[in-house]
């Protein structure tokens, strides 16, 4: 066992029920999840096909054009 794993045992030991049973609940439910790389995967794909659209088959942009727009919408 870690030492990042015992301090974790220990620290949950400390809680209160209440807010053990809201641990193990949160913990549970992100053991269950599954992460879905083909989805994600498609959805950078249909981004970066949407930027392409937008750009052109030559199309770049430049990262201080991309800061200069941002400090433009905040303002």
Not at 15 to 26: D, I, N, Y
Not at 38 to 49: I, K
């Amino acid at each position: 066992m870690s030492a990042l794993e015992r301090e974790i045992i220990e620290k949950f030991q400390r809680l209160e029920p209440a807010v053990k049973q809201c641990v193990l609940k949160t913990l549970t439910l992100d053991a269950h999840s599954t992460f879905d790389y083909d989805r994600w995967w498609a959805t950078v794909d249909a981004l970066q096909t949407k930027i392409r659209a937008q750009l052109g088959a030559q199309g770049t942009v430049r990262a201080l054009a991309l800061l200069d727009e941002l400090r433009e919408e905040e303002s």
